[in-house]
């Protein structure tokens, strides 16, 4: 089974951008569709954004639209969440999970990383 890790969190001011990184163990991540959640503490599990496996189509969170960009670089077997213009209600635990089928992302099944926390303050 594939696995995924993120990376990319950290502590970062209001306004200023982040780029996490979705990365595999196996080539055959070129053909897996990548989506991207969020956890606040207290709070259920958020749909953040998804790419399909080529990069083709994208969605993304309405909260998200203009300024989170998903991205994949399957040369490298490796999906990003490029967020800009950050905001204190950003902060989470940032996940992203993997799956050949888009519709297993959408739904939050698939191969899941560890998880990446992002803080957002001042």
């Known amino acids: 089974q594939v696995q995924v890790a993120e990376a990319g969190g950290g502590l970062v001011q209001p306004g200023e951008s982040l780029r996490l990184s979705c990365s595999a163990n196996?080539?055959?991540?070129?053909?897996?569709?990548v989506a991207w959640f969020r956890q606040a503490p207290g709070r259920a599990r958020e749909f953040v954004a998804s790419?399909?496996?080529?990069?083709?189509?994208?969605r993304y969170a309405d909260s998200m639209k203009g300024r989170f960009s998903v991205s994949k670089d399957n040369a490298i077997n490796v999906a990003y969440l490029q967020m800009n213009n950050l905001k204190p209600e950003d902060t989470a635990v940032y996940y992203c999970?993997?799956?050949?089928?888009?519709?297993?992302?959408?739904?939050?099944?698939?191969?899941w990383g560890q998880g990446t926390q992002v803080t957002v303050s001042s």
């Open positions: 999970v993997g799956d050949p089928k888009y519709e297993e992302v959408l739904s939050g099944r698939g191969s």
């Open positions: 196996a080539r055959i991540f070129q053909t897996y569709a």
């Open positions: 790419i399909t496996w080529s990069g083709a189509s994208t």
